[in-house]
């Protein structure tokens, strides 16, 4: 910190957010209600100069209350919860040269479903003060320092929902309509930053985190535990400022990643918005620390980037790690038009650290563009069989289209069942410019039921993909429940939305307690 203040570092990379993900294409028509004259005039009439405000990515500017969706096919009876989803959603933009994806407010959209019926839709800016300002409200109470509209995850913890941001910000917590209760910093057991994603070891009761912030020497392993309470806090020596989107997390360790994606000093006291840059000076390494103590050890890596976890689990003296990649160079902010931009597109990879040989050994497990590698969540940190991704298409062509490489018209958006042991996938795809994102797996067992001891254990794909897809057709979204044990088939269920969902970011499924 040399010339400028850490307030000002703060509000600079408070909205580091989706990381390295999704995205969209200019070349689209562009949605009605959304500021497409605006838009078009700023940008001298000509379309795809701003593919992050178009098409599946431009924003929303109401916020909506449905209720009694309709729907086409059947609601699951055992489905009691809501399906809550975050991403940025611009709020009071006046210049679109100025406008920064990942810096978007974030804006939840979530669906109620409860005994068969899809009871009600709400999308809702998560309230910041400079939200509530924008909003001509009041906002409630002291603002905390590096206060930013989270934009990137929606978690429930401890009977609690909250929107995540990395690198700096407090999480916001929200209620079951969606409404900001607050920032949340764990009954005052939070010190200093937090992050976008956190792994929760259900069998142990422990929500782990790691954090990092652009003015620390180090990273921060935290584990909460289910009282909400922040139980432990490790800290991480590490140079350099990475930004560190996504962790891994194992019965016996936690994987951290450092790559060459660092904070500039000189971006941020220049005020770019997302000031993280590829560095060539920077290793590429994973590191494996301890749950249990001791220091991380530290591998090299090939100069890629990851951009997300799937899963990782302990196999005798290896630590295996299922994520996504992007090759080299990546620009998590994008070269300005506005969003991240990359030469190639991401693809799913298998890294084993083999801790006797002290190597690590990569391999490929689907080279199909993809990205929001997800799990069922009951087996976070334990071996998985499966896994679901998404193909994004508006994501990949708008990353390659920012870096001039001609996109590629043939991808599609479709949702990717993978079968990790037989080496064998299932794809459901979806029409052209259907914009698909993160799937989330929701388990078919009733929450409350008790298991008896002649029950069959559940199959780990036992249960629903679901996912806001965007009908271009209709300009509005609908949530698509898919069985996950027929994946290619008919949706179970698709639940027509009011209102368009803008392609974003991160969300979990909350059941009913
Ligand atoms: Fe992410």
Not at 7 to 16: K, M, T
Not at 340 to 353: E, F, K, V, Y
Not at 376 to 393: D, K, P
Request: glycine residues 10%.
């Amino acid at each position: 910190m040399t010339s400028y203040s850490r307030r000002h570092v703060l509000r600079s990379v408070a909205a580091v957010a989706g990381g390295v993900a999704a995205a969209g294409y200019g070349g689209l028509p562009l949605a009605g209600g959304t500021g497409e004259m605006a838009l078009a005039a700023a940008s001298g009439g000509r379309r795809g100069t701003y593919p992050f405000l178009e098409g599946a990515f431009a924003p929303v500017r109401k916020e909506v209350t449905a209720f009694d969706l309709p729907v086409t096919g059947r609601v699951p009876q055992e489905l009691n919860g809501r399906y809550l989803r975050i991403g940025p959603n611009v709020l009071g933009l006046e210049d679109p040269r100025a406008h920064s994806w990942m810096r978007g407010e974030g804006m939840v959209h979530g669906v109620r479903l409860r005994d068969g019926r899809a009871e009600w839709y709400r999308n809702r800016w998560v309230r910041s003060a400079a939200v509530a300002e924008k909003l001509g409200e009041s906002y409630p109470g002291p603002v905390p320092d590096g206060d930013y509209a989270c934009n990137t995850h929606v978690i429930a913890h401890n009977g609690r929902i909250l929107t995540l941001l990395e690198s700096g910000p407090l999480p916001y917590e929200i209620d079951g309509d969606l409404n900001t209760v607050g920032p949340y910093d764990f009954g005052g057991t939070l010190d200093g930053a937090f992050t976008a994603h956190t792994k929760l070891d259900a069998e142990a009761g422990e929500l782990h985190a790691v954090t990092y912030s652009p003015i620390w020497d180090h990273v921060r392993h935290l584990v909460v535990d289910q009282t909400g309470r922040v139980t432990r806090t490790t800290r991480i020596p590490l140079a350099g400022a990475p930004m560190m989107h996504d962790f891994a997390l194992t019965k016996r360790y936690v994987v951290l990643f450092d790559v060459p994606v660092t904070f500039d000093p000189e971006a941020a006291a220049a005020g770019h918005p997302v000031p993280y840059i590829w560095n060539d000076q920077h290793p590429a390494r994973v590191g494996v620390l301890p749950r249990a103590g001791g220091a991380a050890r530290w591998f090299e890596v090939p100069r890629i980037v990851y951009s997300h976890t799937l899963n990782a689990y302990d196999d005798g003296a290896s630590v295996v790690v299922d994520l996504t990649t992007f090759p080299a160079p990546f620009y998590p902010a994008g070269r300005g038009t506005g969003g991240p931009g990359s030469a190639g597109t991401p693809s799913l990879d298998r890294w084993t650290i083999d801790l006797a040989r002290g190597r690590v050994r990569t391999s490929r497990l689907d080279d199909r563009p993809q990205e929001y590698p997800r799990v069922n969540e009951a087996l976070v940190s334990r071996r998985h069989r499966y896994g679901y991704s998404a193909a994004a298409a508006e994501m990949f062509q708008a990353y390659q289209t920012v870096d001039g490489v001609p996109p590629d018209r043939t991808f599609t958006n479709a949702l990717i069942k993978h079968d990790l042991i037989r080496g064998t996938s299932e794809v459901h795809r979806f029409p052209r410019h259907a914009a698909a994102s993160e799937a989330v797996f929701v388990p078919a067992t009733d929450p409350g039921h008790r298991p008896a001891a002649s029950d069959r254990p559940a199959a780990e794909d036992d249960g629903y993909a679901i996912a806001y897809v965007h009908n271009p057709d209709r300009n509005a979204s609908d949530l698509v429940i898919l069985a996950a044990q027929d994946f290619t088939g008919r949706p179970v269920a698709r639940v027509h939305l009011p209102a368009r969902v803008p392609l974003g970011f991160h969300g979990s499924w909350v059941p009913d307690a």
